[in-house]
């Protein structure tokens, strides 16, 4: 995993790099095997997990993730961004929410296996979490979730006011796309970064592969009713 080694040398100090490298390595084999019984990434080989899964999940340390904060990832699939941010950071305190039973139950047992603590994995729709955890997150992200403006809506909600989403999205998302959407749940685009990640050998494209966060920060607290019902972000747009 030389990309990724080198990408933690940035972030972790030397003596907690073998251990980092070993749950990542674990963590792409338990990957690897469930992927043969159930759908959770169409990504299989072992460079493009750990270029595609791994080293864009933790995109999120550039833009001020610490280990001292708590995190929501909403709609986590196998498990990403979530569980490489809390292989980096052990401290972190980590909401996991997964509406497919057979994928919550994944990071549920690879949580296990990692010997993660402080970890608390949802299996349910967002928009049908407890209302006590309001506003009550550092970070709230989203990688895969939804369109962005439902996305917007399904992650505002759970952050604290003067906390941060972050959307991982395509190059080709503007920040217009959800702005009139966060100033509306009360929030505002603080900054975008934008990042590449390396061509793996599985990937057809000649080139690297262009990414982004969009980081919203929410003013004030979300007007009451949000999120909507299951579905309404998606099908019936606010803005």
């Known amino acids: 995993m030389k990309y990724l080694e080198d990408f933690l040398r940035k972030h972790l100090p030397a003596p907690s790099l073998g251990d980092a490298l070993e749950k990542f390595r674990i963590l792409r084999e338990v990957l690897k095997k469930r992927n043969e019984i159930m759908n959770l990434t169409a990504v299989s080989d072992d460079e493009g997990i750990e270029i595609r899964h791994f080293m864009d999940s933790l995109a999120a340390l550039d833009v001020g993730v610490k280990g001292s904060d708590s995190l929501m990832d ?12 809390k292989i ?6 980590l909401a996991v929410v997964e509406a497919t039973f057979k994928k919550a139950a994944f990071i549920e ?21 407890p209302q006590t955890l309001l ?11 939804s369109k962005p403006p439902a996305a917007v809506e399904l992650m505002l ?29 009360g929030g505002e685009i603080s ?7 390396p061509r793996s050998a599985s990937d057809p494209s000649p080139e690297e592969v262009v990414r982004k966060i969009i980081v919203v920060k929410k003013m004030r607290v979300t007007p009451p009713g949000y999120p909507r019902r299951a579905g309404l972000a998606a099908k019936n747009p606010i803005v």
């Open 191 to 197: 900054s975008v970064m934008d990042y590449k990640l």
């Open 74 to 85: 909403i709609g986590s699939g196998g498990g990403f961004p979530a569980l490489p941010l």
């Open 109 to 129: 047992d690879t949580v296990r296996a990692l010997g993660l603590d402080g970890v608390k994995v949802y299996g349910s729709r967002s928009e049908e979490l």
């Open 157 to 185: 909600p759970w952050a604290k006011v003067s906390g941060h989403c972050l959307l991982y999205a395509a190059s080709s998302v503007k920040p217009d796309d959800i702005a009139a959407v966060c100033a509306a749940l």
């Open 135 to 145: 506003g009550s997150f550092d970070w709230v992200c989203a990688r895969a979730l």
């Open 88 to 93: 980096v950071l052990s401290q972190l305190g």
